[in-house]
């Protein structure tokens, strides 16, 4: 994958943990991002879209599970992953984080920040897919018409074919990204 430097949001009302991570995440290469709460963090989401999002749970304002409420409201962002840091593991937050579609659940007293950093990197190596439609299936003569490309799904400079390159996002829910392209 391309050298891409990532940013991650941190969000946490406790400063010792956010200091932490932030070194951390600084120290791998990452541009960060610091909130101390929900509403703050939603703020510099508006600001800068970060790659993934790791948030405490408890926190004055809004709290993380409603910082990810908001972020699946909106288009934008719904599709932000979002890594809780728990400081009290509680099952109840596990079940409702799995619930809301957080993407990972840490306690931070029980693992350290490089497992933590492991869950990351794990989060951007994502599998790519190349996947040439037939032009006479099923919706391919709606999808042209719809994205406006020829019918034969053939690019416009040099005829070669258009495919779709698939980013695998999320094994789990078979989400994915997709981007036209000429090969």
Do not use: W
């Not at 699946?72 to 593991?89: D, E, Q």
Request: charged share 25%; proline share 4%; hydrophobic share 45%.
């Amino acid at each position: 994958m391309e050298n891409v430097k990532r940013n991650v949001l941190v969000i946490d009302d406790d400063t010792e943990t956010r200091a932490l991570f932030v070194e951390i995440l600084r120290q791998e290469g990452f541009d960060v991002i610091e909130a101390v709460d929900g509403l703050d963090g939603l703020e510099k989401v508006s600001q800068v879209t970060p790659d993934v999002i790791l948030t405490g749970i408890i926190m004055p304002r809004m709290d993380g599970f409603g910082l990810v409420e908001s972020l699946k409201r909106n288009v934008m962002t719904a599709n932000i992953p979002v890594i809780f840091l728990s400081h009290m593991g509680r099952e109840e937050d596990r079940a409702r984080a799995q619930v809301l579609g957080v993407n990972d659940f840490f306690v931070t007293t029980m693992s350290p920040p490089r497992d933590i950093l492991g869950r990351l990197n794990a989060l951007f190596s994502h599998s790519q897919y190349l996947v040439v439609p037939n032009p006479y299936e099923l919706d391919a003569q709606r999808l042209a018409q719809d994205l406006g490309l020829n019918r034969d799904f053939l690019c416009s400079e040099g005829g070669e074919k258009l495919a779709f390159r698939l980013t695998l996002k999320d094994a789990n829910s078979r989400r994915f990204e997709a981007e036209l392209v000429c090969i």
